[in-house]
């Protein structure tokens, strides 16, 4: 009997733009929220008479979907381990769209009490659980196609998805808090945002259902069967890794929150900037993130992926001694300088991480490897960053929040320095 002929290789530009787009996507949402808990959540969802309150609730509501993403890293690294990695980018994308645009549709606490926060933490917990095992799925889905000696560059397009899902949620709100008074802002602008992510996922679904398995995945699948519970495979066999590969994310995601949250809501309202003037600053910072992530990526294919982070590490743990002159300053030029500085610092360490953590795990656990450690150290670095920041600079000054990141960029580089060198490595 006749076999079938196997299917036609899929471009490497299709598989490069469906790990950008699904990624883009995930990122845009997750920003629309953390733009909206910096800006409306927390007068709209819970009830106080003191604003920093309120601050600090919608902050501690940022933090659950953190604490949900390695549980959806462990759900969708088992499957996409397993499985394939095609189904559960499809499903995860789904998951994350479907909660965001029902945040959108939510009674507010004056509409509905205590059941309208209480809805708002439960589909914030769905958001974490779909971008749980989003990047990890997007970051494989483009490392295992790359040709040798190109990991990194072929990395970087799941990670300007970043970028790119960040400048489209901002210019959103901005582009609604220029055309709406402030009062229609609050009581149904904030919404729109939230509500056009259904037409992104249904873009991305589309792109993402035409992919195929990856090369590597179905050559391990062929070898021998899936591994029974690959989270236990990575807790046992390769905890260091995980735990190196946790830590070395700590200080990426600190000094990207700091920079954009708690920096949007220190700049509205402590030092006085109204809400289009900071939101525009970031969309300007936010390219000097696109920039510094394929000049990472460029960097670590060609002298590894260890001197690339050390040196972004080092120079992020200096930012932290100038949070406090340039942002705490209130100055236009010193603030955007430091937002710009900060994204940048930002891109160049999350440029390499596309394909540093793939590469720490071997292919049969590597979708959990990746999702778990990317998203263990969201939980360390970004979770309470906002939250804390605040408690910071409430108590002690705006230098404190300073001190706080170059202290998560020391512990990221530690960690970066007891790795051994992955770029050079067959995965």
């Known amino acids: 009997m006749l076999q079938p002929a196997p299917p036609p290789p899929v471009p490497a530009a299709r598989i ?12 845009y949402d997750f ?6 808990a910096a800006l ?12 920093s309150v309120q601050t600090l609730a919608a902050f501690a509501t940022f933090s659950i979907a953190f604490i949900a993403r390695p549980l959806g890293a462990a759900f969708f690294g088992h499957f996409g381990d397993r499985v394939g990695r095609k189904a559960t980018l499809v499903a995860s994308l789904m998951i994350m769209g479907l909660s965001t645009v029902l945040i959108g549709c939510l009674p507010t606490y004056a509409t509905a009490g205590w059941w309208a926060p209480f809805a708002l933490c439960v589909l914030r917990f769905g958001q974490g659980i779909g971008f749980g095992g989003e990047w990890g799925g997007a970051a494989l889905l483009a490392v295992e196609n790359a040709p040798p000696g190109r990991r990194a560059l072929y990395g970087i397009f799941p990670q300007l998805g970043a970028p790119v899902g960040f400048i489209t949620a901002n210019l959103g709100f901005l582009g609604l808090a220029l055309a709406l008074t402030p009062a229609d802002f609050q009581a149904w602008g904030w ?6 992510s259904a037409v992104l996922v249904g873009v991305g679904l589309y792109v993402r259902l035409k992919l195929t398995e990856t090369p590597v995945f179905k050559a391990a699948m062929e070898k021998a069967p899936p591994e029974r519970v690959p989270l236990a495979t990575i807790f046992t066999k390769y905890i260091k890794a995980t735990l190196l590969g946790t830590f070395a994310m700590v200080a990426c995601y600190a000094v990207f929150y700091l920079s954009t949250v708690f920096a949007l809501s220190y700049g509205v309202s402590k030092l006085g900037f109204t809400r289009p003037t900071f939101l525009l ?6 390219l000097f993130m696109g920039l510094g992530i394929p ?10 992926r260890r001197p690339v982070l050390l040196t972004g ?9 100038l949070l406090g002159p340039m942002l705490g300053s209130g100055q236009g030029g010193l603030v ?22 793939p590469e720490l795990f071997p292919t049969r656990v590597r979708y959990t490897g990746a999702s778990v450690t990317y998203n263990l150290a969201g939980i360390l670095g970004a979770s309470a960053a906002p939250y804390l920041a605040q408690r910071l600079s409430e108590w002690g000054g705006i230098g404190w929040v300073g001190l706080y990141l170059a202290v998560a960029a020391g512990v990221s580089f530690v960690a970066v320095a007891l790795m051994e060198e992955t770029g050079t490595q067959t995965i």
């Open 281 to 286: 600053f970031e969309c300007v910072a936010v």
């Open 40 to 51: 409306v959540i927390g007068p709209i969802f819970f009830s106080a008479d003191d604003p």
């Open 31 to 36: 920003y629309v929220y953390a733009t909206a």
């Open 295 to 304: 000049l990472s990526g460029w960097a670590a294919d060609r002298y590894g």
């Open 313 to 321: 590490l080092a120079f992020t743990a200096s930012l932290g001694l």
């Open 16 to 27: 490069l733009i469906a790990s950008f787009v699904g990624t883009a996507i995930e990122f």
């Open 336 to 357: 955007l300088g430091f937002l710009c500085l900060g994204l940048f610092a930002m891109g160049w360490l999350f440029g390499p991480m596309g394909a540093l953590l």
């Open 191 to 196: 919404r729109i945002p939230f509500l056009a």
